[in-house]
């Protein structure tokens, strides 16, 4: 297989189906920010995986590449405007909704109560969680642009909401998991 195929030097592609589009239409830009937050997923199990990490960075590598999975699941959904072919695509559902869930509620568990709002930081790989967690936040936003116009699956939705959540989650738990402390913000007067 040729990696370029010189069928995209107009500015139009092809979707899933067979539909040709610009390269700027709106479903483009949703499953085009679902594959720039899959590699940003990858940048973080990358900043993770020191063989000396603790038992919280073995446990988010392990969501985060379940996750990765699950965003090529969403991407190609995303990519497809044929509703037969999409019906054949993997699934995203309640069950994927309910283990972010169960991960966000396992991770909040172990980490203090929020008081105050906190600042991006510290450790290398929680830095890059918050980064990572404001990109599934613009997807986001595509998605439910893409959904004005026509239908998304809900669990989409959902799931990638709740994905920003867990990205949040796993930045504390990283930073906490090596003796971080968390920097509050503090309003400029």
Request: aromatic fraction near 4%; glycine fraction near 6%.
């Amino acid at each position: 297989m040729k990696i370029y195929t010189k069928i995209g030097d107009n500015g139009t592609t092809q979707l899933l189906g067979g539909k040709k589009v610009s390269k700027s239409h709106t479903r483009l830009c949703a499953y085009g920010s679902i594959d720039e937050l899959n590699a940003h997923v990858g940048l973080c199990i990358s900043l993770l995986m020191d063989p000396q990490e603790n038992l919280i960075a073995r446990q988010v590598i392990e969501q985060l590449t379940h996750i990765q999975s699950l965003l090529f699941n969403i991407g190609s959904h995303l990519a497809c405007d044929d509703e037969g072919l999409s019906k054949k695509l993997p699934p995203i559902g309640l069950n994927d909704i309910e283990l972010i869930e169960r991960q966000i509620d396992d991770l909040q568990a172990q980490l203090p109560p929020l008081k105050n709002f906190i600042l991006p930081g510290g450790h290398k790989a929680s830095s890059q969680l918050h980064i990572t967690r404001c990109v599934c936040r613009r997807a986001e936003r595509g998605i439910v642009s893409l959904n004005t116009e026509t239908p998304v699956n809900p669990e989409i939705l959902i799931y990638v909401n709740r994905l920003s959540d867990l990205m949040f989650c796993q930045s504390r738990a990283v930073n906490m998991s090596h003796g971080i402390s968390e920097t509050e913000w503090v309003p400029s007067k």
